[in-house]
């Protein structure tokens, strides 16, 4: 993907890690390979990608955006699986902003609450759920993925976050701060 990526636009500047398998189970019945499969999608991917992104990012100067989960901050039920993978991640940026600062790289993490097309299904689903999480989020929402959360990410990585590394964002609305 990062060699690709570097000979199609000849360079590597912003490295975004986003996708992730979630499998949602109560603690009890969440298997080892639940796990597996989260942690190989998620901060296995990251760290492979990563590293692969790492020469071209130390000259270009850019920045990294890892995607963790405010479900996993709130230590959600039924998320553990997730859980533990999205907190791994947050794990791995900050240890990459140290270590990568050096290289004027800025590692960052977006912990988002957004609407996008797997929760829409879910909440279609689930209706009653929808009301629920509308109840929780302070702002009333969930995030718009473009508008709310590419737009956050599009800001982390420009000029005028430049000083910015090692953070977590917490962009959901204000959810975290209830319960």
Not at 8 to 16: R, T
Not at 100 to 112: A, E, F, K, L, M
Not at 118 to 143: C, N, S, T, V
Request: aromatic share 6%; net charge negative.
């Amino acid at each position: 993907m990062v060699a690709e990526t570097v000979r199609e636009f000849g360079g590597l500047d912003v490295l975004v890690n986003n996708a992730q398998s979630s499998v949602q189970r109560r603690l009890e019945k969440t298997s080892y390979d639940d796990v597996e499969l989260t942690y190989r999608s998620g901060p296995l991917a990251v760290f492979h990608a990563m590293q692969a992104a790492l020469p071209h990012l130390k000259e270009s100067r850019g920045s990294v955006v890892n995607l963790g989960s405010s479900a996993a901050v709130r230590g959600e039920a039924t998320f553990a699986a997730y859980a533990m993978a999205k907190e791994a991640i947050r794990g791995l940026s900050r240890v990459a902003a140290r270590e990568w600062g050096r290289y004027g790289i800025r590692v960052n993490v977006v912990c988002p609450a957004a609407l996008s097309p797997a929760a829409e299904d879910y909440l279609a689903a689930h209706p009653q759920k929808a009301e629920e999480l509308a109840r929780e989020i302070p702002l009333g929402r969930l995030g718009a993925p473009e508008a709310d959360i590419g737009r956050a990410v599009a800001a982390l990585v420009s000029d005028d976050m430049a000083y910015l590394t090692g953070a977590t964002l917490m962009l959901e609305g204000g959810r975290t701060l209830i319960g």
